[in-house]
């Protein structure tokens, strides 16, 4: 993936044992991280000003929609991982274009790519992330790790054959209550 | 557990995702962590020090055997979680007691508290770490992550009903290379 020039980045808030919500997709955990204030909001706010695209899959869009929101992010040409063809017309309308892609996401590396995206968030969830990662090409993680374990559900990457990707650590401190933030950037191996 | 006085500290190193192993329990992601050289050696020769017991679930003691490896703390009484009767006659003859325990939890936990132990080490692995959480009985959580992701493998805590227990984050810094070292402890609630 050295050759590309969008960044892809990964991220999102996970328990202490790396789940990203129960089993039965429960998100509760959530309410474990302290309220950082108005230095929290501002950090988010410049994250989302720096995207200009993302990457959801079926999983994370159905519990946004199921939860009753739309998609929030629909002024950003957005990749949708799922093999369900009707999902996409579930979301409705969107200002920006809204992809339905499914098996191999070599292919829409190279629609980013050729778009001319230049930070694209991976707004999850684990699957999707496990894939991304298989194929080299999740450039930052940027985790929040709350204060709790769950002890089951899918975890920051679900893959069945990863070979050691590599990161360097970034950033390593408190972030607000009992949570921490750690932040790698892969490393050029 | 409040009223307990012996310490529970589930000490491990764990990738990004919160795995201690991969599925096939292959532990060679511990090679990502960086040399901490002296310092990593004295912080692990500080922490082995002040403890006085351990807590090893099956699956730990049977990877440490089949690479042919004794049982290094067989100084510090031991409880062995396995429900297979045989295996404390393959660690053979220890220093101190080896006692052998399966199903719930909470009698170990007395007989820790009779010996009057003060630190006890969980030394793996996660079903252990997520049994022993669910009876509010982990302490601290002292982890360090490693820079690479694993995809698939037990977790830090397994378990299948865990209500949210609630830690304090203590430490969050680098530990030496491009791991994290992250240290909680139990709240009381």
């Keep these: 993936m050295g050759t590309r020039s969008a960044r892809i980045v990964w991220y ?21 991280i302290g309220d950082r204030g108005d230095a929290g909001r501002g950090e988010w706010d410049a994250f989302v000003a720096e995207i200009d695209g993302v990457i959801i899959g079926a999983t994370t869009l159905r519990w946004l929609l199921d939860g009753g929101h739309s998609w929030p ?17 579930r979301v409705g309308p969107t200002r920006a274009p809204l992809h339905r892609v499914e098996g191999d996401l070599t292919g ?9 995206l230049s930070r694209v968030w991976l707004c999850g969830g684990g699957a999707v992330a496990g894939q991304l990662l298989a194929l080299d090409a999740v450039d930052e993680v ?10 089951n559900g899918p975890a920051l990457f679900e893959h069945q054959n990863l070979s050691l990707p590599r ?13 921490a933030r750690l932040v790698w950037h892969r490393r050029d191996t």
């Design 12 to 32: 999102t808030a996970m328990s202490m044992d790396g789940r990203l919500a129960t089993a039965d997709n429960d998100l509760g955990f959530l309410d474990t």
């Design 73 to 89: 992010h629909d002024d950003l040409p957005t990749w949708l991982v799922s093999h369900d063809t009707s999902l996409p017309a």
């Design 142 to 151: 940027i985790a929040t790790v709350a204060p709790t374990a769950l002890g």
């Design 167 to 179: 990161f360097g650590l970034v950033e390593c401190r408190p972030a607000g209550g009992d949570a």
């Design 108 to 116: 829409m590396l190279d629609q980013i790519e050729a778009a001319g």
